[in-house]
Structure formats: C-alpha cells, structure tokens
C-alpha cells in the first residue's frame, strides 16, 4: 500500500525558512512525479511546486509564480522522500502544505494530482 507523509511544518516569522518532507512508503518514489499542494485558510487546496519522477523526459520540476526564486523542490531516491525547502517566507504562504504522488508527468500532477495524497503539515508564517 502506498503512503505519503509529510513533516516539517511549523510556525516562523516572516522572512525564515522551512523544509518539508514527503516521504513515501509502499512504492520507490523514483517512478513518481511528486507535487506540493497548499490550502490557504478558507480556500481550495493549490499547487506550489512538482518534481518529475527520475526517469521522466524531460525531467523538470515547476514552480508557482509566487514561489519561484523561494523554494526549491527536490528528491533523495535514497531516503525515498522528496524535500520543499522554503525560504524568506511570507505571511501568504501560510496554510497546509500536502503532498501527492504518482505516476504522470510532472505539469500533468501540478493540475490533477497524484493517485496519492497525504494527510498535510501545516506552515504559519507570522508578519
């Protein structure tokens, strides 16, 4: 059985950094896009970032417009996880950040989702 879980919220001031992790059990990640997604407090839940599965052509990785430059997406096949380092945060990017993984390309899995989700971390980013 495939599971997702992420870790690595918390609460920070504006201007800090957070790394979250997914980490996956029951399949290699190396054969899954992975995606971020975040809900805002009262909003619908929304892509921040994807990262193709090893072997995709082309391998690439997107980033929403307002995270580009602040966070960077990545992936330790070793440790099976995929890493979303947030840096220089602002109070806007509050919210629950959840992972989803699966096998689709990586553009595909920033709309659609994965087949896998997880339950979700949650990030507060005080002004």
């Known amino acids: 059985q495939v599971q997702l879980g992420e870790s690595g919220g918390g609460l920070v001031q504006a201007g800090g950094s957070l790394r979250l992790s997914c980490s996956v059990t029951?399949?290699?990640?190396?054969?899954?896009?992975i995606g971020w997604f975040r809900q805002a407090p009262g909003k619908e839940r929304k892509w921040v970032s994807c990262i193709s599965a090893k072997t995709a052509i082309p391998y690439r990785t997107e980033y929403k417009d307002s995270v580009k430059g602040r966070f960077t997406i990545s992936r330790d096949n070793a440790k099976n996880t995929v890493y979303l380092q947030m840096n220089n945060l602002k109070p806007e990017d509050t919210g629950v950040y959840s992972c989803?993984?699966?096998?689709?390309?990586?553009?595909?899995?920033?709309?659609?989702?994965?087949?896998?989700w997880g339950q979700g971390t949650q990030v507060t980013v005080s002004s």
């Open positions: 989803t993984g699966g096998p689709r390309p990586a553009n595909e899995l920033c709309i659609l989702g994965g087949g896998y």
């Open positions: 029951g399949h290699s990640v190396e054969h899954y896009a």
